[in-house]
């Protein structure tokens, strides 16, 4: 390619142009430091000040109270899925809604720590093609927490529906933070890897009310989020280019708008893909049309493999790449995370029409 490409990969995703721009144009030299950031020591006050500031912005962005930390730390999401239970497991019951790949692995490590795992709803029967409905009557009112996977990643379903229980209510958020407006104040814990809608992979933000933390004594420290609360993120050299990057995708959102633009913009950029898929002959969504459909992972697909690898093949050719469906779906996926522009969706649609009209 010798321009950039519309990149709908899940992650790592597609970054805004203006964010990698003024990263290259600091590489070199940032802040009249004579150093690039990944060259700054983070304990330098101008390291300093780039966590303060994606703090500052990241708490702006989505109306964090004052009563919630920020943290940002390392190992993902995927060591949240332990880290979560070894924190909050004062009567080792945990309950879960299974909506998919990621929140079937949560279930898996806290079993692995000795949860008492009460699956209260779960669509796998169904490839996880709808978001279940929840029976709070179901949720164990001594259970520590009540965890759920807001937006599925890989097959498309979504739900910001927050039941309405006794316990604390745990969200990983990876694939749809600040993609829409909700209150931080419906959970106990967000929290969401950085590589989809903030930032390179090796970042992960957890952000989590204050009377959670130190509830389990002796924890292995790097597990323990009291650590990185009382050392404010950090206890060790964290991923220090990682939160810069961060820092700038909060101050390029915020100057738009917010959250506020970016939602109605994924509302418009879903509804011109979706509706290209619907009105095919060829082409289904994975998600009926309703309220469970992703505003951020649109997995589609045609009847016939061979035409799905030449839908591919063809759109790769036009700029339109990492297209490709997870293995367990198949098909197509388009993930237009808050940093794809309404162009790129746009051009999709008008292959995927193309390709009906000339395939079907």
């Known amino acids: 390619?010798?321009?950039?490409?519309?990149?709908?990969?899940?992650?790592?995703?597609?970054?805004?142009?203006?964010?990698?721009?003024?990263?290259?144009?600091?590489?070199?030299?940032?802040?009249?430091?004579?150093?690039?950031?990944?060259?700054?020591?983070?304990?330098?006050?101008?390291?300093?000040?780039?966590?303060?500031?994606?703090?500052?912005?990241?708490?702006?962005?989505?109306?964090?109270?004052?009563?919630?930390?920020?943290?940002?730390?390392?190992?993902?999401?995927?060591?949240?899925?332990?880290?979560?239970?070894?924190?909050?497991?004062?009567?080792?019951?945990?309950?879960?809604?299974?909506?998919?790949?990621?929140?079937?692995?949560?279930?898996?490590?806290?079993?692995?720590?000795?949860?008492?795992?009460?699956?209260?709803?779960?669509?796998?029967?169904?490839?996880?093609?709808?978001?279940?409905?929840?029976?709070?009557?179901?949720?164990?009112?001594?259970?520590?927490?009540?965890?759920?996977?807001?937006?599925?990643?890989?097959?498309?379903?979504?739900?910001?529906?927050?039941?309405?229980?006794?316990?604390?209510?745990?969200?990983?958020?990876?694939?749809?933070?600040?993609?829409?407006?909700?209150?931080?104040?419906?959970?106990?814990m967000i929290y969401a890897g950085a590589q989809k809608n903030i930032g390179p992979a090796g970042v992960v933000i957890v952000i989590i009310r204050e009377d959670m933390i130190g509830k389990i004594k002796g924890l292995p420290t790097m597990l323990d989020y009291k650590t990185h609360v009382d050392a404010a993120s950090m206890f060790n050299t964290p991923p220090t280019y990682g939160i810069y990057i961060a820092k700038l995708v909060f101050d390029h959102m915020l100057a738009l708008g917010g959250v506020e633009y970016f939602e109605k913009l994924n509302k418009k950029k879903a509804a011109i893909i979706y509706d290209a898929i619907d009105n095919s002959k060829l082409f289904k969504a994975h998600v009926k049309p309703g309220k469970d459909r992703s505003l951020m992972n649109i997995p589609f697909f045609t009847d016939k493999e061979e035409l799905n690898e030449k839908f591919l093949k063809q759109a790769s050719a036009e700029g339109l790449v990492t297209l490709k469906g997870h293995r367990s779906v198949g098909g197509m996926r388009a993930s237009i995370y808050n940093a794809m522009p309404i162009e790129g969706c746009q051009k999709l649609a008008d292959f995927i029409k193309k390709f009906d009209k000339e395939n079907a």
């Open 1 to 188: 390619m010798t321009k950039r490409v519309y990149n709908f990969s899940a992650g790592p995703a597609v970054l805004p142009e203006k964010v990698l721009q003024q990263a290259a144009d600091e590489m070199l030299n940032y802040a009249g430091s004579g150093m690039g950031v990944m060259e700054l020591s983070h304990r330098s006050s101008t390291y300093q000040k780039i966590i303060d500031d994606a703090e500052a912005g990241l708490r702006k962005l989505m109306d964090i109270p004052a009563n919630y930390k920020v943290l940002f730390l390392q190992g993902g999401a995927s060591l949240q899925f332990a880290m979560i239970p070894m924190n909050f497991g004062v009567n080792k019951k945990a309950d879960y809604i299974n909506t998919g790949e990621w929140s079937g692995k949560a279930i898996k490590e806290a079993k692995k720590l000795g949860m008492d795992v009460n699956v209260v709803a779960s669509s796998e029967e169904s490839t996880f093609s709808f978001f279940p409905e929840v029976d709070v009557n179901k949720v164990r009112k001594d259970a520590d927490y009540l965890h759920i996977t807001p937006n599925n990643t890989i097959f498309g379903t979504k739900c910001m529906d927050v039941p309405k229980v006794s316990i604390p209510v745990v969200a990983d958020m990876s694939s749809n933070i600040m993609s829409e407006k909700f209150n931080v104040t419906d959970y106990a």
